[in-house]
């Protein structure tokens, strides 16, 4: 399955743009790129899923390039409450016993 | 309404122990998971059950089951609980397969002393 690598950490301020890239350089044909959040104490929560191009929806956006070796999540002007661990998943269509979310990006997000 | 729920919350046991986590999922999904999430907050997947077909982690000692009663539970039952074994647990369900948005549990920090 498509390992994935992501920054471990990431800081922004309330109202600024956030980007976080994910690398899966062995990502298959089949495969969905999807990221989940994660706050604290509680499981995670979709955010968005894409196949190529560009995905948008109330919460994010998803920039894939052509050859879909990486990802960036979007997520506009973040607030306080958008500190949170974000997970990168590449997710076989045909199905995986070997499904690991990896370690994640924390986002501490400032006044 | 609680979409997918676990008990307990909080499980705390000796050694050698056997316990069972319950989950139950209110939406009418076909597919379970059950992951494990370690102290560096590493995610796997350990099952994923519909009522076809069970897919299990080969990494998962076979202290691990899974039972499910029905489609909306899927129980996790760990046999001889070592050191290693503390961590969350959290259940998911989601509509069908993996590109399903999986809808997670609350978890389940299970600590064995």
């Known amino acids: 399955l498509a390992k994935t690598t992501q920054p471990i950490s990431m800081d922004s301020y309330e109202g600024q743009e956030v980007n976080i890239t994910c690398s899966h350089n062995?990502?298959?044909?089949?495969?969905?790129i999807t990221w989940y959040q994660q706050f604290p104490s509680q499981g995670p929560r979709f955010i968005i899923q894409?196949?190529?191009t560009k995905v948008t929806n109330e919460v994010a956006s998803l920039f894939i390039p052509a050859d879909r070796k990486s990802s960036t999540l979007s997520l506009p002007r973040v607030s306080l409450s958008d500190t949170a661990v974000y997970y990168c998943?590449?997710?076989?269509?045909?199905?995986?016993?070997?499904?690991?979310f990896g370690t994640g990006t924390q986002l501490k997000v400032e006044l | 309404d609680t979409a997918v729920s676990q008990t307990p919350k909080y499980l705390v046991t000796q050694m050698g122990n056997d316990k069972s986590i319950k989950c139950e999922q209110n939406?009418?999904?076909?597919?379970m998971y059950w992951y494990k999430q370690d102290s560096k907050k590493f995610l796997k997947i350990m099952f994923s059950?519909?009522?076809?077909?069970?897919?299990i982690n080969e990494t998962v000692p076979n202290r691990f089951s899974p039972k499910s009663p029905d489609k909306a539970h899927l129980n996790l039952h760990i046999n001889s609980l070592e050191l290693g074994d503390s961590a969350v647990y959290f259940c998911?369900?989601?509509?069908?397969?993996?590109?399903?948005?999986?809808?997670f549990g609350p978890g389940t920090r299970l600590t064995v002393l």
């Open positions: 998911a369900s989601s509509t069908s397969g993996y590109t399903d948005t999986q809808y």
């Open positions: 062995n990502i298959a044909t089949n495969d969905y």
């Open positions: 894409g196949y190529k």
């Open positions: 998943l590449v997710v076989p269509t045909g199905g995986g016993n070997k499904l690991t």
């Open positions: 939406l009418g999904h076909d597919t």
């Open positions: 059950y519909n009522n076809k077909e069970l897919i």
